[in-house]
């Protein structure tokens, strides 16, 4: 038996598995349809992104041009790196260079792919990843089982035992524990790192910015905390404008973990400039073809649509039988993609070894469905196993033994015999039927009966049983009559009464609490008072002073006996900020590097308190995103209530890497605030 049927087996075999990743499931598939029950229009979203995203795969030289020079005049440094090798190499070069130790890494698809961590180990270097699901299985030297949750195979009681094992933590089940035992593991990592690591989400070729997306907070660390970031990136990952920035990140979020918007969005633009006071203070960005453009000129390019939201994942049946792990190629190599995203990017990007990944699919259509950039899944992996992949040329594959479809000979024996039979329509009637018979007989209670082993398909499936009165005689009689006959429900008129105009900073109050938040509507006059009251509230005499902030008296802070500092190496309690905006319909702030201020008070301490004015808050991400502050600034970030992870049994915890609670000071002036 090879090593991908050995794996199923084990998979099905593997109750605590099942468990799991029924669980996993189940919960993002219903979070993405609540999602995007609050995104009326949807539908047209998803065809623009895949519009975009077929425009960008068209005409990628152009706009990797575009992107590389705004980067280079933004002060970055741009690598190019054909394959895993010279991407691995750049980063040593780098990492020699800055004579760095320690690595500290965020989240990134690409890493795995190349095998990054293994060969910066084999150097000398030692690399910590820092998002949790990640943290947890670099701990027990596994690879991820998820694109977007990598611990999504195990249980609690399996991560508290490694944690007191790894981290010497009395062994516990409870889940904020465990995070918050990470948490304290980590934060030394994050100051002490010589290179923050990390992915990049989106490439914006317009401006040439990085935007990489996060929940815990992890994020942010590795990119403003060490002196050096290094940021990998395929060279499929643009979108021409900020506009089109707006409209994935609109859909990536709720696609991926079910929220309108991802806790942490950061928008990077150049190093750490004069007078900011914090920030990388270089930035390499490596970009990576690996395999890219010879899939883009192939059968299989619509895969590149990708935006790694791991959707299909969730609503592969198959998958959520499997788990990733069991995704693995002819040589026992687990594939660095799974699912079905996975079954077309791995045997496209690293050729014959994962092929018969593509037979992992019912061809259902689930992935296609759930897919933000609505990518064909169900057609590309038939072409995989037709053997369309563009690492060979068409004459080798045709000579392969196999056809080019990683199938067993009986595998084709028997779809050859399919194809005569169901050419013939008579014949196709008769064997129909004879099945329908045989199939009564040998499992008369059961939808399905066993196929023996050698063909193929009944190693790992059972087949399902024909229907005793096939739908062409069905149809015949009469029941079509009760099909429905409306042939386009979705061109109905809403029912729904227009939407009366909204309160933007009313709205922006009621979507951030729903997240955990906390707003108050003060006047400006007693803005300084409330805060005040506040902090003695909560026992908190130190506040971090993010940057200057004209509405609030801060002598009257010290004459409360309350301590301001800008210094991130003090005891942090609480940090406290402006925002250039708010964002109504998801209550995300807006913050921006400029000189005098830090981001990070609004990452490091475990309380954020942030003070912003009501007519700075807008309705729309599309609208934030257009103002003239966030194109100049050196780096932004979009926060949307406290930092949180649900990488342990999909248990939500809130407070990982950045804050627990996120406090909003709204001055009104609505009503002569």
């Not at 009944?458 to 087949?463: L, T």
């Not at 729904?496 to 707003?519: I, M, S, T």
């Not at 506040?543 to 003090?570: F, I, K, N, Q, Y």
Request: positive net charge; contains cysteine.
């Amino acid at each position: 038996m090879n090593p991908f049927h050995q794996r199923i087996r084990a998979s099905l075999a593997n109750a605590a598995l099942q468990a799991a990743l029924d669980a996993n499931a189940q919960r993002r598939v219903q979070g993405r349809l609540a999602a995007f029950a609050s995104l009326p229009d949807w539908r047209q979203r998803r065809q623009r992104a895949r519009a975009v995203r077929a425009e960008v795969m068209a005409d990628l030289d152009r706009y990797l041009a575009r992107f590389v020079a705004r980067v280079e005049a933004n002060g970055m440094v741009v690598h190019r790196a054909r394959d895993a090798q010279e991407a691995v190499r750049t980063v040593l070069e780098l990492a020699r260079a800055h004579r760095a130790r320690l690595v500290a890494k965020s989240k990134s698809m690409l890493s795995e792919e190349i095998e990054l961590n293994r060969a910066l180990e084999a150097a000398g270097l030692r690399v910590v990843e820092t998002d949790l699901g990640e943290y947890i299985v670099q701990l027990r030297g596994e690879k991820p089982s998820h694109i977007l949750t990598p611990a999504v195979h195990l249980r609690r009681q399996e991560v508290g035992q490694l944690f007191h094992e790894k981290l010497g933590i009395p062994y516990t089940e409870e889940v904020p524990v465990l995070t918050r035992a990470a948490r304290d593991a980590l934060r030394t990592v994050f100051l002490e790192a010589d290179i923050g690591l990390s992915g990049v989400n989106f490439g914006v070729a317009e401006t040439g910015t990085l935007c990489i997306i996060t929940n815990e907070g992890n994020g942010r660390m590795v990119t403003s905390l060490p002196p050096l970031h290094i940021a990998l990136m395929g060279i499929e990952r643009l979108v021409p404008t900020l506009d089109d920035l707006a409209l994935m990140l609109s859909l990536l979020p709720r696609s991926a973990t079910g929220q309108k918007m991802s806790v942490y969005a950061q928008l990077i633009h150049s190093p750490r400039r004069p007078g900011e006071l914090d920030g990388a203070t270089a930035r390499h960005l490596i970009l990576v073809d690996n395999g890219r453009e010879r899939v883009r000129h192939s059968p299989l390019r619509e895969a590149l649509y990708c935006i790694r939201c791991g959707a299909c994942l969730n609503a592969c049946p198959v998958f959520r039988e499997l788990g990733g792990h069991a995704y693995v190629g002819r040589d026992g190599e687990i594939a660095p993609y799974p699912g079905p995203i996975g079954a077309v990017l791995s045997p496209a990007l690293f050729g014959e070894n994962f092929i018969a990944l593509a037979q992992a699919s019912s061809l259902c259509g689930a992935c296609k469905d759930a897919c933000p950039v609505d990518i064909d899944l169900p057609q590309l992996l038939t072409r995989v196993r037709a053997g369309d992949l563009p690492l060979e040329p068409e004459a080798s594959r045709a000579s392969r033994p196999d056809g080019g479809a990683g199938l067993s000979l009986s595998s084709q024996l028997l779809l050859k015999a399919y194809s005569q039979i169901a050419c013939r329509p008579r014949l196709f009637v008769l064997a129909q039927k004879t099945a329908a018979l045989i199939g009564g007989l040998i499992s008369p209670r059961r939808p399905y009966f066993p196929l023996p082993a050698f063909t193929g398909w009944g190693c790992s499936r059972d087949f399902p049983r024909f229907a005793i009165r096939p739908f062409r005689e069905r149809f015949r009689r009469g029941a079509a009559q009760s099909l429905p006959t409306e042939k386009n429900p979705e061109a109905r008129p809403s029912a729904q009464p227009d939407a009366p105009p909204l309160d933007w900073p009313d709205l922006f109050a009621r979507e951030l609490e729903a997240l955990g938040g906390r707003v108050y509507f003060v006047k400006r006059s007693d803005l300084t008072a409330r805060l005040i009251a506040f902090l003695r509230e909560r026992g908190l005499g130190t506040v971090w002073m993010g940057g200057p902030l004209p509405a609030l008296d801060e002598a009257l802070l010290t004459e409360a006996g309350l301590r301001s500092v800008r210094d991130a190496a003090a005891s942090l309690q609480v940090g406290l900020s402006g925002a250039l905006a708010a964002i109504a319909e998801s209550g995300t702030l807006l913050l921006i590097a400029e000189a005098g201020s830090a981001l990070n008070a609004s990452l490091l301490p475990e309380v954020h308190v942030a003070v912003i004015a009501s007519s700075q808050i807008v309705p729309s991400l599309e609208a934030a995103l257009r103002l003239r502050e966030v194109r100049e600034a050196s780096a932004a970030v979009l926060i949307s209530g406290p930092s949180r992870t649900a990488d342990i049994e999909m248990s939500l915890t809130i407070g990982v890497h950045g804050p627990k609670e996120v406090h909003v000071f709204v001055i009104d002036e609505r009503r002569g605030g």
